[in-house]
């Protein structure tokens, strides 16, 4: 028998025990309203604080804070109302999800029978309840006694997402038992059998049978039980599924329910009830490649960091989780990473029913002292046990690690790789290794763990862009044949198990204040809002849904470009991102397609079928040299099928180039007629090799799109190449009625003064401008206030309907032919004016950043440039928009409508 404890509790905070308030659980401090100001900054890697000095700007703010013990008491007397003859019984009190907790029963310590951060805490209370008995539970989340700095900074406690909440959440029941019980069935598929593991606890010496049935099973199971004395017994057994038994698979929910019962020599009833599983095998194969059910899938993952801004905490029932996870899945993602903290039992529910697979960590994340920390090796494995066992009949749940980004010394690594060991003793149906991007993959993999996952092997990267702007999306130019062979390479020479990218991308995107609006829970938004109100100071408030929208666009672009580079490695399985929703601390790093309230973002860029486009499990490749050419260049390309579905993919692939301008077809072809494209594999099914004399129609510019298709289905892929008329870019030469300078100097000052036209385009340098930014093509990684090496810049603003583009295809954000030109320096402004190409900047500076600006000074016109075009000539882009700048100055449509003084363009160019 069950009885529900939930309700009306008194609660006394530490220190002030004199206080008595009132709070409802299950619930957190947070939602009673009862807590401090919140002005505490976790600082050194969890390991310390400070006082905030005034709002928080770098995460949002918790209406209501508290760290300590905080006393929770009732009397049960109308809870335990007709419950009063189990009295005599064996009494448990399990309570779902809390931080560290305690139980005192009419003052009486218990002790906890099991329980942690990421599994239910059950408490043994035969004996010891009367009618009238007071509880008390006792929550700590200052986590005595425990890894404070190792948990803190974790994603399970951090004021970073999910807010560091003192309470009780879930399930918080009282149940009784007979003197024997099961305590727990796990059942562990294994290709077609399974083996069955029971643990049952008696207070006493027990003879009987344990008797079990499912519609999977091709039979009854029985296992006989002569238990002697008191304790915890584990019994298995093993059984065989039916010959035609479903799969759980990459979104196939299949489930099966088992019933069972405990049954005493007499076939008296002691216990019974129903188990849910799935029977799935996960593992990898001989080439060290991720398998489910001996298929090689592409694992395309997404980190959840728990950010819950209503509640603060994660949501505890499955209807809510089946909306987290059907939003995840919209996107193309098949993999929830949990960083740094496990999630409740309702998530791994709704990934079941879903068929999504999970990888929860423990509540980890120290990068010095791993396993050192005081209390940190017991702690952490009570907690691994813990999560293995509780989670076991979960198909969902594939991987695990023992935290995020750990670093230690020879000790602590040592106790790694013994966690590790001791994991996949308990369990071999899942894979472990010892954490995801540990020593920031500095030193290397481990052997004994079942996969690599990491932002890079040694010196080189296994992601396109990390913290400083390094890695080749910045740094190379760019083109669609990148990959990470080179890399895996030298990991296969020693590693033969599955490889996959780490928070693979976190390209920021500025803030969407549409969310502000959402925030009706425990959570402040005081960062977003000291944005909003800098972007109306400066006055571009107006036009913030522009920026917005461009960021975003950027922003997946750079996505799309890492997911594919991994798709034209064959020896990774995939990759995890960071992420598709926007992160609400760290200095706030809103990344995301979607907001912290995993809501798609009210713009373009973010609908769900545009990012999944690029992110399914079977996309074709089109291995593009370069995507800028002129029309005397043909495009010469391999293309490959990324087939990672569930068939073998034979037929016809057809590719088509169609003008963007009317969307006219200009060249339809087949390039395999015969393909078999096996699953699990990258295939080369041909090349495509397309002249474009004629494709050009004419133009001086073209953008033109190669569509790559398999005939009658939905797998396609599309690629933008820039086409420039050679005959055009043969002659660039300014006007004669223009005045180019590298410098604003005298002459250029008399030029204006006598009514000319004036077009500054210094050197891309600091030398040259002074008061400017180094940019580079992508958005900001992560943040600038994270990392703050980083110069802030966030792409280009682009006035697509400005004369000057007239034979420029350009959209209003950076696309590949902009990547010379947005990978040099920007003009910092003594204040906002209209920008022809606005360079946005972080929401951290907001600095008046442009690129190229035009304006009437003194009697004359200016044209300004910081992108140092005479240096780029040997790019065809840059060649043609000089040339279009060039044509522009010299035509009646140079009217700048704006006006600057001399002192402007000087406070740029001139060193204080």
Not at 632 to 653: C, H, M, Q, S, W
């Amino acid at each position: 028998m069950k009885v529900d404890i939930s309700g009306e509790y008194k609660v006394c905070l530490d220190g002030e025990c004199g206080k008595e308030l009132v709070a409802q659980l299950p619930g957190s401090l947070d939602e009673n309203k009862i807590g401090l100001v919140d002005d505490i900054l976790i600082t050194d890697q969890g390991k310390g604080q400070k006082k905030a000095k005034g709002p928080i700007a770098t995460r949002l703010t918790r209406k209501f804070s508290y760290y300590g013990k905080a006393y929770y008491k009732r009397d049960l007397s109308e809870a335990l109302s007709g419950f009063e003859d189990e009295l005599n019984k064996r009494l448990f009190i399990k309570v779902e999800r809390s931080r560290s907790l305690f139980l005192k029963v009419d003052d009486r310590e218990v002790k906890a029978l099991r329980g942690s951060l990421s599994t239910p805490y059950l408490f043994e209370v035969t004996g010891l309840l009367k009618k009238d008995s007071t509880i008390e539970f006792i929550c700590d989340n200052d986590y005595e006694n425990m890894p404070r700095a190792g948990i803190i900074y974790s994603s399970t406690a951090t004021d970073e997402t999910q807010t560091n909440w003192n309470g009780l959440l879930g399930e918080m029941s009282l149940f009784s038992k007979e003197s024997a019980y099961a305590q727990k069935l796990n059942i562990y598929p294994k290709g077609n059998t399974a083996e069955i593991e029971v643990v049952v606890n008696t207070d006493k010496a027990f003879k009987g049978s344990f008797v079990l049935n499912s519609e999977a099973f091709a039979g009854k199971a029985h296992m006989e039980l002569d238990l002697e004395g008191a304790g915890a017994f584990t019994v298995k057994t093993t059984v065989a599924f039916k010959e035609d038994v479903r799969r759980w698979d990459e979104y196939e929910g299949n489930l099966y329910s088992c019933k069972w019962s405990l049954l005493d020599s007499k076939g008296a009833e002691f216990d019974e009830g129903t188990e849910t599983f799935g029977v799935r095998d996960f593992g990898y194969d001989d080439e060290g490649r991720l398998t489910i059910n001996g298929r090689r899938f592409f694992l395309r993952g997404e980190a959840n960091c728990a950010e819950f801004p209503e509640a603060g905490h994660a949501p505890m029932d499955v209807d809510s989780w089946l909306k987290v996870m059907e939003k995840y899945k919209s996107y193309g993602i098949n993999c929830v990473r949990f960083h740094s903290h496990c999630p409740v039992e309702a998530a791994f529910v709704a990934a079941d029913k879903l068929g999504i697979m999970v990888q929860p960590e423990l509540s980890h994340w120290n990068p010095n002292d791993a396993f050192i920390e005081e209390h940190s090796r017991d702690y952490y494995e009570k907690e691994l046990r813990e999560i293995i066992k509780e989670y076991a009949n979960h198909p969902s749940f594939v991987m695990l690690t023992l935290g995020n980004e750990l670093g230690s010394d020879i000790a602590g690594t040592r106790a790694m790789i013994e966690l590790v060991k001791m994991a996949k003793d308990l369990d071999d149906t899942r894979l472990f290794a010892w954490g995801s991007n540990v020593f920031y993959g500095e030193k290397g993999f481990n052997k004994d763990s079942d996969f690599y996952t990491s932002m890079g092997f040694y010196k080189d990267m296994l992601r396109a862009t990390s913290p400083g702007m390094i890695g080749f999306l910045n740094n190379e130019y760019p083109s669609a044949d990148h990959d990470f062979s080179k890399v895996t390479a030298d990991i296969r020479k020693d590693y033969n198990k599955p490889i996959f990218g780490f928070e693979v991308g976190q390209y920021e995107v500025l803030p969407d204040f549409h969310e502000l609006a959402d925030f009706k829970g425990v959570t402040d938004p005081v960062n977003l809002k000291l944005v909003k109100e800098h972007a109306e100071k400066v006055g571009i408030l107006d036009d913030w849904d522009k920026y917005v929208e461009a960021t975003g666009e950027l922003s997946r672009l750079c996505y799309r470009e890492e997911v594919e580079s991994v798709l034209r490695t064959p020896a990774m399985s995939g990759l995890s991102l960071l992420g598709i929703q926007d992160f609400p601390g760290q200095g706030t790093a809103l990344v995301g397609m979607m907001n912290s309230h995993l809501e798609p973002k009210k713009y373009d860029f973010a609908k769900a079928e545009k990012f999944r486009a690029f992110f399914r499990e079977t996309l074709p490749l089109v291995l593009l040299p370069k995507y800028t050419y002129t029309d005397d260049e043909r495009v010469e390309a391999a293309v490959k099928i990324a087939n990672y579905g569930k068939v073998p993919l034979a037929g016809t692939f057809k590719v088509k180039l169609v003008d963007t301008a009317d969307q006219k077809v200009i060249l339809e072809d087949t390039i395999c007629e015969d393909s078999n494209c096996k699953v699990g594999e990258l295939t080369e099914i041909g090349t495509i090799d397309i002249s474009l004399a004629e494709a050009i129609g004419g133009k001086k510019a073209v953008k033109l799109e190669i569509i790559v298709s398999f005939e009658n289905t939905d797998i396609e892929n599309t690629y933008p190449i820039w086409v420039y008329q050679k005959e055009f870019l043969r002659d660039v030469q300014v006007p004669d009625s223009v005045y180019e300078t590298r410098t604003f100097d005298e002459k250029a000052i008399e030029v204006l003064k006598n009514g000319g036209i004036v077009y500054l385009s210094p050197d891309s340098t600091v030398d040259a401008i002074p008061s400017s930014i180094k940019c580079q093509f992508s958005p900001d990684f992560w943040c600038a206030d994270m990392f703050k090496e980083q110069e802030g810049s966030m792409g280009q603003l682009i006035d697509k309907k400005h004369p000057v583009f007239k034979d420029f295809p350009t959209d209003s954000y950076s696309q590949w032919q902009w990547w010379p030109m947005a990978s040099q320096r920007a003009f910092i402004m003594p204040q906002y004016i209209t920008s022809i190409i606005t360079e946005m900047d972080s929401y951290m500076y907001l600095r008046p950043m442009s690129m190229l600006f035009e304006a009437k000074c003194l009697k004359g016109k200016v044209l300004a440039s910081s992108m140092g075009l005479h240096n780029l000539l040997a790019h065809p882009e840059a060649r043609a928009l000089l040339l279009n700048i060039y044509r522009y100055l010299s035509s009646d449509e140079f009217e700048p409508e704006q006006e600057i003084d001399i002192s402007f363009i000087q406070k740029i160019m001139l060193k204080n």
